[in-house]
């Protein structure tokens, strides 16, 4: 392919300027900053459109960072020749894809569809990055990262192109698969796996012992429930001993509470006839029993009669003396002692009130005559209320004595009757304890089974206490055995649960050996699948290997002049032989082994376009030579030039052609 021509409406820093090519070497010299970069990128853009869209890095995502400062769009078009046919390729980019346009029209402005968008990957056969690997190269970056599409190329076989860009990606993607598989790696599958069934396996040894133990509190359940057993027999037993006990303690009780009752009924009998006897004294003997009970029952009516007659006379002076009182009271308000007392102090006031000034027809001396006056009347008055009442009072003094000397009469005879009364009436609480103590007996005697079991004798007494006490004896020993058998069943229950876990875990422990001798296999497949591949790309990059190599020494001699062996690697990797050995391009300086960079590129080139086919954009790639190395670098440009077309810029007039 030639490049003719170009024009560019806005492209970074360039506006409106248009460009004309030689099909050999095309020299320029610009300054730092004049767009030598700029114009190399314009190119590469214009066949293979933008990347890193996005990027927020400015300088990775192209359409930010050629974009001019002013905003709109950019682009433009370049006049190219491909297999003797003219094209023009014209390109717009706006803020966004979808504003971008391509349109590639034959020499005479017809539309042409022999190339598509994209149309560098379907001229040069190279993806956006092997074209800037290959065709462009400058001082900036002559590193020598190659992918599977410069691999494709130089194995000419770019027509599978497709396949050989998967190369590297199903190497990376088997790498990937077999380093998460690795046995040797701690993130590894297998490692994981074989760290898991070791610790499966360290916890299964107690699988055995736990069976045993399982096996042991099994033997020791049944033994402690067939005591449970032979314990229940012996309760039934005990407790029928403490029912016979209840009854045999039941039927004593009976015959105690006999006793009692009769006891009782004996004493009250007793009570009763001593009371009778000092009631009728020598004539207890005269009378007859219904005598006995039914006279001082009369004669307690009559004491009762008496009493209540007695209690109504002391009641009266009580009446009378209240009536006196009230009496006393009414005689002992009398109101005229206030009425002269405050009319006194009345005038008494008139007094005080003229003889400090006061205006009052009455004279002042007056006015105090009749206050001392009226002080004297009522105090005469209240004189002889007071020795009346006295008077009365004596009077009333005498009498309530002399009531008083009958009343004491009365009452000592009333409480002599009181006295006789209480006894009599004593008398009747014991009878009626007698008829109760009685009613008692008989009740208790009509109860049949009592009856019976007063007349029966207790034969073949049995201790209660002594058997309800061996039967809790038994029960706390049955509740002991009871817990015994709770705890070992929950130590059984607690066993067989870890060993069902152990069960899981030898049963897990197999699946994970399973899944690890699995991954193992596919490991082992994977990595022989990696080895094929691998010889089959040694097999394949074997073709191009040597004339690269003999490319690369050719150009190292013609820039060196120095003669020095040289080995290649499967990766296009440059290793220089000295002493039987291969070295890396490391143990150079940085000027060599730049040199040695520039000139692998161009014999990559080389082997890529044998026919000079293409396009070799230069920028500025002496700028670290020496000046002796530069010359010769200029010098091979002619070479160079004679079948390929060369963009060369540069920004130094030593380093021009």
């Known amino acids: 392919m030639i490049i003719k021509s170009c024009h560019i409406a806005q492209f970074g820093k360039w506006k409106e300027k248009d460009f004309s090519f030689s099909d050999a070497l095309n020299p320029y010299l610009w300054e730092n900053g004049e767009g030598k970069t700029t114009l190399m990128h314009f190119f590469h853009i214009m066949f293979y459109g933008l990347s890193g869209e996005r990027k927020q890095d400015i300088l990775e995502n192209e359409r930010k960072h050629f974009m001019p400062f002013q905003g709109g769009n950019f682009g433009g078009n370049i006049h ?22 391509f349109r590639l029209l034959e020499e005479g402005g017809k539309e042409s569809k022999d190339y598509s968008e994209n149309i560098g990957e379907e001229i040069f056969s190279l993806d956006s990055e092997a074209f800037q690997k290959v065709c462009m190269i400058s001082h900036e970056d002559l590193s020598l990262r190659f992918n599977s599409s410069i691999h494709a190329k130089l194995g000419n076989v770019s027509d599978d192109r497709e396949d050989m860009q998967k190369f590297q990606k199903v190497q990376n993607t088997l790498k990937d698969a077999i380093n998460a598989l690795s046995p040797n790696r701690r993130t590894g599958a297998i490692f994981k796996k074989k760290m898991e069934e070791e610790s499966l396996s360290a916890s299964l040894y107690r699988k055995k012992e736990e069976e045993e133990a399982v096996l042991s509190l099994e033997e020791e359940v049944l033994s402690l429930e067939e005591q449970w057993k032979e314990k229940t027999k012996e309760e039934e037993r005990l407790e029928e001993e403490v029912q016979k006990g209840i009854l045999e303690k039941e039927a004593l009780g009976k015959k105690v509470e006999y006793q009692k009752l ?88 008139l007094f005080f009130f003229k003889i400090s000034g006061g205006n009052l027809p009455v004279p002042g001396s007056l006015s105090l005559l009749i206050a001392i006056l009226l002080f004297a009347i009522a105090f005469a008055i209240y004189y002889g209320e007071r020795e009346r ?68 004798s ?27 058998i709770r705890e070992k069943r929950e130590e059984r229950e607690d066993r067989v649960e870890i060993l069902k876990a152990l069960s899981e875990q030898e049963r897990t422990l197999q699946a994970v050996r399973e899944e690890r001798q699995a991954m193992e296999e596919r490991i082992h497949i994977l990595q022989q699948t990696k080895d094929y591949l691998e ?22 001699q013609e820039l060196t002049k120095t003669k020095m062996q040289f080995a290649i690697t499967n990766d296009l990797e440059i290793e220089f032989i000295e002493g039987g050995m291969r070295r890396s391009l490391a143990y150079l300086s940085e000027g060599l082994q730049d040199l040695c960079r520039f000139a692998m590129k161009l014999a990559i080139f080389d082997a890529m376009f044998p026919d000079g086919k293409a396009v070799l954009f230069l920028d500025d790639p002496y700028s670290h030579f020496d000046d002796e190395k530069g010359e010769r670098g200029l010098a091979l440009l002619d070479g160079l030039s004679e079948k390929r077309q060369i963009l060369y810029f540069t920004c130094s007039a030593s380093r021009m052609p």
Request: net charge negative.
């Open 458 to 484: 207790v034969a073949d007494f049995v201790s209660l206490e002594e058997a309800q006490s061996r039967l809790e004896r038994h029960r706390k020993e049955q509740e002991l055995l009871k817990d015994n």
């Open 389 to 456: 009442r006295n008077a009365y009072l004596g009077r009333r003094l005498a009498e309530e004595e002399k009531r008083g000397k009958e009343e004491s009469l009365r009452l000592s005879s009333l409480e002599e009757l009181l006295s006789h009364y209480h006894k009599v009436e004593e008398m009747l609480s014991l009878e009626a304890e007698e008829k109760e103590r009685q009613e008692a007996l008989s009740a208790f005697l009509a109860q049949g089974e009592n009856k019976k079991t007063v007349e029966n």
């Open 262 to 349: 009769q006891e009782e009924l004996e004493k009250a009998h007793y009570r009763y006839e001593n009371a009778k006897k000092w009631y009728y004294q020598n004539r207890l003997e005269s009378l007859s029993e219904e005598e006995q009970d039914r006279l001082w029952k009369e004669e307690l009516q009559e004491l009762k009669s008496k009493i209540n007659a007695l209690k109504k006379e002391a009641e009266k002076p009580k009446e009378e003396a209240s009536s006196g009182k009230e009496t006393e009271e009414r005689e002992r308000r009398n109101p005229l002692i206030y009425i002269l007392s405050v009319t006194a102090l009345a005038f008494l006031l």
């Open 80 to 101: 190219f020749q491909e297999k003797g046919k003219n094209y023009i390729l014209e390109r717009s980019f706006g803020l966004r894809k979808a504003e971008d346009s």
């Open 535 to 556: 010889k089959a790309k040694d097999a394949f990059a074997s073709e191009y290997r040597g004339p690269i190599l003999s490319a690369f020494t050719k150009y190292f």
